[in-house]
DNA sequence: TAGGCTATTATTAGTGG
DNA sequence: TCCACTAATAATAGCCT
């Protein structure tokens, strides 16, 4: 029986952490589901976990599949408006291309008053700080590669 | 003093179920807090609220400012694929929009397990679930009149 | 690995200032 | 509107099987 209060610190010990993980993530979504009764939100959970093929998903598939769409969809960066100025079929595209994107943020902003989302981390949790860091750099790294070869196309046009 | 369980359902008294909303919410961030302490996860929360031009951040802004920044630079639709094919310099540049779309995409999934977020409400709760369903209703009829213009562009080209 | 138990701690509903 | 109080309820750490 729990005698003392526990430290709110990093569990260290690999089985404990993962325990505890799970037990106050399901506490977690509990309080979720919990205000989103009470106070009329349509909320969903996500628990993504890319280590395991198996995405978790809480509480309602659809809504969740919903905006796991809409991210997939929305990740390009809209840099052609410096890229194409010789071309007036472009200029006009992009400027939908735009109105598409202003809109789309003011859905998004409208969306997500209405929800609550949540992206948990699965169960394979990197076990030290290194790891976390080795990855930041890897990302910090492949963004920098593709930003130079777009800068590299504004040159040649 | 409470002497009774409270029943799980949409508390349609107003002033109380913004103090519960207020309450649940403050001892969410607090859950989340400790779990991400615990197990070592890099968290934060984000509360917009639209209504209200004062966006609430926690636990450190600079994360979530990060995170914020994503989303808006991530907001337009691949659509030119399809549409400049007569271009060879446009194929060049969409090819590189697109690896940088899969990139960003694969350092989105990454950042996904190291972090967790939440997009809550804020204080203007919409009221009745006619009120959310007209909003909803709303936002499909935007969507559907850019994709509509996108179209368009599409057949004269 | 998962689920059950329970002493203990934490959250919070209702209330009043 | 917001804080403080506190009885009642809920969550959960450490064990156990």
């Known amino acids: 029986m729990s005698r003392k209060k526990l430290k709110l610190a990093f569990i260290s010990n690999d089985m404990a952490r993962k325990t505890t993980y ?3 993530k399901k506490g977690i979504m509990k309080k ?7 106070c ?28 796991m769409e809409r ?12 890229v194409n100025h010789e071309s007036f079929m472009m200029q006009r595209i992009v400027k939908a291309q735009n109105e598409l994107k202003m809109q789309r943020e003011e859905n998004y902003e409208k969306e997500i008053t ?16 290194e790891e976390i860091k080795e990855i930041h750099k890897m990302i910090e ?8 070869k777009l800068a590299a196309l504004h040159c040649e046009s």
Do not use: H, Y
Not at 141 to 148: D, L, R, T, V
């Open 141 to 148: 790294k492949n963004i920098k590669e593709i930003e130079n």
């Open 114 to 129: 209405l929800s609550m989302f949540q992206f948990m981390q699965g169960q394979n949790l990197p076990s030290t700080v």
């Open 71 to 82: 991210f997939k969809n929305a990740s390009v960066l809209n840099k052609s408006r410096n």
């Open 32 to 38: 979720v589901d919990e205000l989103a009764t009470l």
């Open 40 to 67: 009329g939100i349509s909320a969903c959970a996500v628990i993504s976990n890319p280590f395991d093929s198996e995405t978790e998903v809480w509480p309602n598939p659809e809504g969740v599949n919903k905006v």
């Open 22 to 24: 799970k037990r106050r």
